[in-house]
């Protein structure tokens, strides 16, 4: 028996004051277009999530790969989990060295008789793998350099949320899900941090008998909740993805003041959801036509 894939991609959930909001969008668009080439003609949701990711980790506007936020010592550390429908996982937290932290988690998972790999041990085990370890300073750009030096100089932090943290879910055409997960991380943070990302249930989440999520957002909220695995349980019974993802938004605002989170869904019933509680969370989509559909700040249903 064929599915019908379904596939939707987020970049973030958070502020995403004075963005070029077209540039964001072309982003997150390009994204889900990578992923949707491989996807229509019958390729893995496993492949089509690390391939968006691998381009939004590629893209300077986006919080995750090039263009992660530094931390306190203005280096990049960054998160990953890959999540797969037969719920197993990989994943890695604090790594430095490596341009695409998914790609090494999916090793973790595919390579590995372990889960989950952190800081210089990561590293090493992607070196140990064929992955080439490149200079911390060649994930940083310009414009972030600039603005740790600013902070440096005021001691002052950065306001806001993290904004760019990038992820993908996919349901293939033999009916299997994925969820994909990549971040810098939240602006300023200190050195060791770990937010949701990389945490099986918290950041990601995917399992074939139900759907699949990816969250984003303020991290010490979403890992206390388990949002994606909350999210994705509560499609159980048929309930659709918006539905699902609605609930566990509503649940948790019903909990913590301002949790100031959002979530991309795909449930095996072939449904899409997408919601989030900050200001703004782009996210791009396949729409039942075939068609990429991109907005910053949508909160409808999807056909
Ligand atoms: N959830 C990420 C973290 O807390 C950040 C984000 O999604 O903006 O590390």
Not at 249 to 254: E, I
Request: hydrophobic share 45%; charged share 20%.
């Amino acid at each position: 028996m064929t599915t019908s894939p379904r596939f939707i991609v987020h970049g973030g959930a958070g502020e995403w004051l004075n963005f070029d909001e077209d540039q964001v969008l072309a982003g997150v668009r390009a994204a889900a277009q990578a992923g949707w080439d491989i996807l229509k003609v019958g390729g893995s949701a496993g492949d089509a999530c690390e391939k968006a990711t691998n381009i939004l980790e590629d893209h300077p506007l986006f919080d995750a790969g090039y263009g992660s936020f530094v931390n306190s010592e203005g280096e990049v550390e960054m998160d990953a989990l890959f999540a797969d429908g037969s719920i197993r996982y990989g994943a890695v937290a604090a790594v430095r060295r490596v341009r695409y932290a998914i790609s090494l988690a999916r090793l973790v998972l595919t390579k590995t008789d372990n889960c989950f790999f952190v800081g210089d041990g990561a590293d090493q085990l992607a070196a140990s793998l064929g992955v080439p370890l490149i200079p911390n300073i060649d994930l940083v750009t310009e414009k972030e350099y600039a603005l740790f030096r600013e902070r440096e100089g005021q001691r002052a932090p950065r306001p806001g949320l993290g904004t760019g943290t990038v992820g993908a879910v996919a349901l293939d055409q033999s009916g299997h899900m994925v969820s994909a997960t990549s971040t810098g991380g939240i602006p300023d943070k200190k050195k060791g941090r770990v937010g949701d990302t990389p945490i099986f249930g918290a950041g990601g989440y995917a399992d074939d008998v139900l759907g699949g999520a990816s969250a984003t957002g303020k991290g010490e909220n979403i890992m206390r909740f388990f949002l994606c695995k909350l999210a994705v349980d509560g499609m159980r019974g048929g309930t659709p993805a918006q539905t699902a993802a609605r609930a566990a938004l509503n649940f948790l605002a019903t909990r913590i003041p301002e949790p100031n989170v959002g979530i991309i869904m795909v449930g095996v019933d072939g449904s899409l959801g997408a919601m989030h509680s900050t200001a703004a969370m782009p996210i791009a989509w396949v729409d039942a036509g075939g068609e990429v559909q991109a907005a910053m700040r949508y909160q409808g249903w999807f056909d």
